[in-house]
């Protein structure tokens, strides 16, 4: 029926918000913010721009990660990341994989 439809379509999306909020709240954590914001440029790039970016790019993923982790320059410009080698990596895993799903706008 249409209203169990519109049941399944209200539950993902109550998930995909529940799943931003906790992913926000570990970026927060993690001081990704001090640098960056989903949506905006700030010192580093929006993350949305980072997953327009390198969407398609299968080695994306593998990559960020070492540049989160290990720091890097020249990607963005003349700004450099700093090092994140207090991050847990699987903290690091968790949020590049989610940056890379980020649409354009949201």
């Known amino acids: ?19 931003y909020a906790a992913m926000v709240e570990l970026a927060w954590k993690r001081g990704c913010f001090n640098c960056h914001d989903v949506e905006q440029k700030v010192r580093g790039p929006a993350w949305r721009d980072v997953a ?27 700004d450099f990341m700093s090092p994140n080698r207090r991050v847990p990596e699987e903290d690091i895993k968790r949020l590049v994989a989610w940056l890379l799903t980020l649409e354009s706008e949201r």
């Open 52 to 78: 327009a970016r390198y969407r398609g790019d299968e080695t994306a993923f593998g990559r960020l990660i070492v540049t989160v982790r290990d720091g890097g320059r020249g990607n963005w410009g003349n």
């Open 1 to 19: 029926s249409v209203l169990l439809l519109f049941s399944l379509f209200a539950s993902a999306a109550l998930a995909a918000d529940e799943d």
